[in-house]
DNA sequence: CGGTCCCTTGACAGCCGTCAACTACCGTGG
DNA sequence: CCACGGTAGTTGACGGCTGTCAAGGGACCG
């Protein structure tokens, strides 16, 4: 669909696809005018920060100061237990969001940790509020970010609480798979996966000696291909009904996705 | 702490714990006016509906159509797999609200279901948006309320991630009782519980059977006691130690709550 | 009094965890 | 060049937590 020439971002951009992993995951929902694009790209301007793998953003205890916009890189959201043991309860990806209006809580529960080297926006309150105030299209797609990181909270209480190990593995994949190509971060098959067999241990609430049998079993049925810190996924659509994967969940479908291309 | 008399609500009222729900919970969080009282009130009394135990709500795929919010009675939300197995991701308790702004969504990816008999207010977008529009504590209040229904979903992935078969049950009796307390719906050491072993068992990632030994141990251990539809907790902090529950996911403190009698 | 729902119990199996050892890989440094 | 240490991945043996299947009991109800 052609889109009318806009000053853009310092060259011949039209619809070029946006550097701005928020702004491109937001598009997937809504249209933004070109005034909502150069907002969410100050957003993702303010207060950089470049972490190494493995460290901890925000610690449980903690009082929320700015929100985070990862803008590269992993991070995870993990709660301990007392005896040590460890979950994470949700991936970052790039595009992805802290908690907008952690402000109102007076303390973490729970910590934030790259999980490879990472770039975030530390973002604070005052603006938040002044873009929110001025960009009605933006606040509906914040709104949008929100709800889904809910149903992705649920469908993992779904997947630890009745899929096996298998089924978990093969999930996870397919919503890395399609949250990742939702900011242009995948190719035709593969994407990123930054992960050691630990952390899916963690995500999925196995223990690493049981993914690792069960990543061979999804190996050897030819459903994924891991090498190095690559995923192929060679038949999505078999890896979906393999782990009983349905994407309504991520809510990707816009309002006018139906007159697109692919959609 | 004492407190100055104030236009009460048709009778002699004062801070007499408000009969709605809402209000009372958000009043955990917050302090609110009169003003906002009525508000939450009003809120309240939308479009009642009254609908038998086992009853399905919203179905997935339904377009959302107004807030709900449970005045009486337990709801849960729900998630099924195409072969049948079901997960009970959420519950409802009185005061409990659906997803604010579930309007941005084109459609529900979860239902949502009574457990016993219950009373809704339908509240219709244009309300809400009112509501909030004029009053700013309600607005940070409810907030309070989306962010502690996320943390409470965290929560429930790690313990359906790392909490074994007792501590999972133990951890989701802490949870029930902090919650229903928070609305007022406790005794000292008692509350109701309105849910049949298929229902924890669909809650926590359990078989029946499964949960009917485990409720033996816990029952043995005196850590709880069942009898029909009420669960009494001799001792909350054996509870809370044996289940691993650490209060701070729901934060039930408020602002000024270490100036309250039992703060 | 038969039916239904819920709870309970026993027997058995299997998914998955634990423990421990071993391999592969990689960057560092002598 | 190879030694070395650390991290990540792999494998085998074994056990236990938890699921499945099946049956029976109790309470409530038309």
């Keep these: 669909?052609?889109?009318?020439?806009?000053?853009?971002?310092?060259?011949?951009?039209?619809t070029v696809p946006s550097s701005n992993p928020l702004t491109r995951k937001l598009e997937t929902f809504t249209r933004l005018s070109q005034d909502?694009?150069?907002?969410?790209?100050?957003?993702?301007?303010?207060?950089l920060r470049r972490m190494d793998a493995r460290q901890d953003l925000i610690r449980e205890g903690d009082k929320p100061q700015a929100l985070n916009l990862i803008l590269s890189g992993w991070a995870c959201r993990y709660k301990t237990l007392e005896d040590g043991r460890r979950q994470i309860v949700s991936f970052f990806l790039p595009g992805d969001l802290c908690d907008l209006n952690i402000f109102v809580l007076r303390r973490m529960d729970h910590c934030v940790g790259t999980l490879s080297p990472a770039t975030f926006a530390q973002i604070p309150r005052a603006l938040i509020e002044e873009v929110v105030l001025h960009h009605p299209r933006i606040t509906q797609a914040l709104w949008w970010e929100n709800l889904v990181s809910s149903a992705i909270q649920r469908e993992w209480t779904l997947s630890l609480g009745q899929r096996d190990a298998a089924e978990r593995l093969g999930h996870l994949f397919c919503e890395i798979f399609l949250r990742l190509g939702s900011v242009g971060l995948t190719g035709r098959t593969t994407c990123e996966l930054p992960l050691t067999q630990t952390d899916l241990a963690e995500?999925?609430?196995?223990?690493?000696?049981?993914?690792?049998?069960?990543?061979?079993?999804l190996r050897s049925n030819g459903l994924v291909v891991l090498k190095g810190k690559m995923l192929e996924i060679p038949d999505l659509r078999?890896?979906?009904?393999?782990?009983?994967?349905?994407?309504?969940?991520?809510?990707?479908?816009h309002e006018g996705s139906h007159l697109d291309a692919n959609g």
């Design 36 to 47: 909502d694009r150069l907002s969410l790209d100050r957003l993702a301007g303010q207060n």
């Design 238 to 253: 078999a890896l979906m009904d393999a782990s009983l994967f349905n994407p309504d969940y991520l809510h990707l479908q």
């Design 203 to 217: 995500a999925t609430g196995l223990s690493t000696v049981h993914v690792n049998r069960t990543l061979q079993t």
């Design 1 to 14: 669909m052609p889109c009318p020439a806009a000053p853009g971002q310092g060259d011949d951009a039209i």
